[in-house]
């Protein structure tokens, strides 16, 4: 297997955009009590991932994560739900990079289509992990509810509500700011 070099460049990117995904979690957008969470965040994880790929906006998600426990941003009940909820959740929103190269080869609708699919993927997999969470800790402080309907109803609209924002953002700046999405590549050495 071969191990894949980060150069100092989009290291920056990484540490830069990260540092945008967490200043952007200071901002409360949640409905009902935090149980609904629009994560701003995301829109610059997107954004790396389409820049820098897979690789790149994994490790920005992992950081991120490690970024809202150190600095208290985190709920966390106990280690296991901690894991779930945090470097696993937010690196596998990171799974926005996997459309890094096809998004390019779009044109017109196909290119929303592609975003679409990315956002739905990225967001997907990070909800998917708190939908888990809510299944097995967090409905203990509701149990006159169905614990799957419980961590559905509230994950899925947060999903839906952060696959529009993620979708509706990167589509406008994809079509307002193209150059935003290019990142320069080293020239390969042979």
């Known amino acids: 297997m071969q191990t894949r070099k980060m150069n100092v460049g989009e290291l920056a990117e990484i540490a830069m955009l990260t540092a945008f995904s967490f200043a952007l979690s200071y901002i409360p957008l949640q409905i009902g009590s935090a149980l609904i969470d629009i994560s ?12 820098r790929g897979v690789w ?14 150190i600095f208290g941003k985190a709920f966390i009940l106990n ?8 470097p696993i959740a937010f690196t596998m929103a990171g799974l926005f990079g996997l459309f890094s190269k096809s998004i390019f080869e779009k044109k017109g609708k196909n290119v929303f289509c592609t975003i679409l699919c990315m956002a739905i993927l990225g967001v997907g997999a990070r909800w998917f992990c708190h939908f888990l969470a809510g299944m097995i800790f967090w409905a203990t402080f509701v ?3 169905n ?4 961590s559905f109803t509230w ?9 529009l924002l993620v979708t509706t953002v990167i589509f406008l700046l994809w079509n307002t700011s193209p150059n935003l999405f290019k990142a320069k590549r080293p020239a390969s050495r042979s």
């Open 40 to 51: 701003l965040g995301l829109v610059p994880l997107a954004v790396l991932g389409i820049r």
């Open 56 to 69: 790149a906006s994994l490790t920005s998600g992992f950081i991120w994560s490690l970024l809202l426990i």
């Open 79 to 86: 280690l296991t739900q901690g894991i779930l909820e945090y």
């Open 143 to 145: 149990p006159e509810q």
């Open 155 to 163: 994950n899925g609209i947060s999903f839906l509500l952060n696959v």
């Open 147 to 150: 614990p799957f309907i419980y």
